[in-house]
């Protein structure tokens, strides 16, 4: 993770480091249907919606983690670090991380743009009205089901995907998928209250929540990450593309002479660097960033209707 560029920054002795929350996409996954080419079965051997072998970086990313905890927790009579704990849940009961997107409430917004029948399935049915009337140009030789694979299988460099493939993925799909992560989250053009404290209100709890860790990272989806990032104002940073694998915010909380305030950083792939998303250049105080989100927040999950 580019030793988390907690990160590279200057910061005056002054300035005491309270707590950093960092929110990751999940890394490369083939696709949880289709495959981009007639080898891919073979090369993602996992199946679908599995980890592919580009897993390199999952080791480099909590190696640089491990260097992080070593700086920021207290080190054993051994001189080692205390491992922070792991907490791991079920996909199916796991509220915190895995978005409840099967409610058929909460998507008026989305049956009323679509002109849609039935709020059953809705995510489905308006991905397939979405490929009707906004599938890109660029992509018109290529299956419209295919857009998972193709964009997933696009980083394996094993994979021969064929020109037309190759060449919607590299824009076009990903620009298609940024629209459609974002009306699943509620976020940007499709502002849903409901959706977005579905998809992100249990993770707005940071520091100084009485009890929490001065350290959580969350490995979860797409959707979290543009939610929050539309929650802290900072959905521009993505210019319009889906959040690429391992892609990440990290929020630091921070105190000196003028008060706690929050920074918030941001990474788009394994590969890329942490940049500053400049969320300080107006009022970046706890109070002010807590004010912003805490509408939003949600200490239990929304039920289904």
């Known amino acids: 993770m580019n030793s988390l560029l907690l990160i590279g920054i200057v910061v005056a002795t002054s300035d005491e480091l309270l707590s950093v929350n960092v929110v990751i996409r999940h890394g490369d996954r083939a696709?949880?249907?289709?495959?981009?080419?007639p080898e891919s079965s073979t090369i993602l051997f996992r199946?679908?919606?599995?980890?592919?072998?580009h897993q390199n970086h999952f080791f480099a990313l909590g190696r640089n983690s491990?260097?992080?905890?070593?700086?920021?927790?207290?080190?054993?009579?051994?001189?080692?670090?205390?491992?922070?704990?792991i907490y791991t849940k079920d996909v199916d009961s796991d509220g915190?991380?895995?978005?409840?997107?099967?409610?058929?409430?909460?998507?008026?917004?989305?049956?009323?743009?679509?002109?849609?029948?039935?709020?059953v399935d809705v995510q489905k049915t308006a991905l397939v009205a979405m490929m009707v009337t906004e599938w890109p140009a660029a992509c018109s030789t290529v299956n419209p089901g295919l857009i998972d694979a193709i964009v997933s299988e696009l980083p394996n460099?094993?994979?021969?995907?064929?020109?037309?493939?190759?060449?919607?993925?590299?824009?076009?799909?990903?620009?298609f998928m940024y629209k459609y992560i974002q009306l699943?989250?509620?976020?940007?053009?499709?502002?849903?209250?409901?959706?977005?404290?579905?998809?992100a209100g249990l993770q707005l709890c940071y520091y100084p929540c009485p009890g929490q860790p001065k350290l959580r990272i969350y490995y979860t989806h797409d959707v979290n990450v543009l939610a929050l990032s539309h929650i802290f104002g900072i959905l521009d940073r993505f210019n319009g593309v889906t959040p690429a694998?391992?892609?990440?915010?990290?929020?630091?909380?921070?105190?000196?002479?003028?008060g706690t305030y929050v920074k918030i950083f941001q990474k788009n792939g394994q590969k890329a660097d942490f940049v500053d998303t400049n969320n300080c250049a107006s009022d970046c105080s706890l109070a002010t960033v807590t004010s912003g989100a805490?509408?939003?927040?949600?200490?239990?999950?929304?039920?289904?209707?």
């Open 31 to 37: 696709a949880t249907s289709g495959w981009a080419t």
């Open 47 to 53: 199946g679908p919606g599995e980890l592919t072998d």
């Open 294 to 305: 805490s509408p939003l927040a949600i200490t239990a999950q929304i039920p289904c209707a």
């Open 66 to 85: 491990a260097s992080f905890t070593n700086a920021l927790f207290k080190k054993s009579p051994k001189d080692h670090a205390v491992v922070p704990p």
């Open 157 to 175: 460099k094993k994979i021969n995907m064929p020109a037309n493939y190759k060449a919607c993925a590299e824009g076009p799909a990903k620009e």
């Open 245 to 258: 694998f391992s892609s990440a915010l990290v929020f630091e909380t921070r105190r000196n002479a003028n």
């Open 96 to 119: 915190l991380l895995v978005p409840l997107l099967t409610c058929q409430d909460g998507w008026e917004d989305v049956v009323s743009r679509f002109n849609l029948s039935s709020t």
């Open 184 to 199: 699943l989250a509620g976020a940007g053009d499709h502002y849903n209250e409901k959706r977005i404290k579905r998809v």
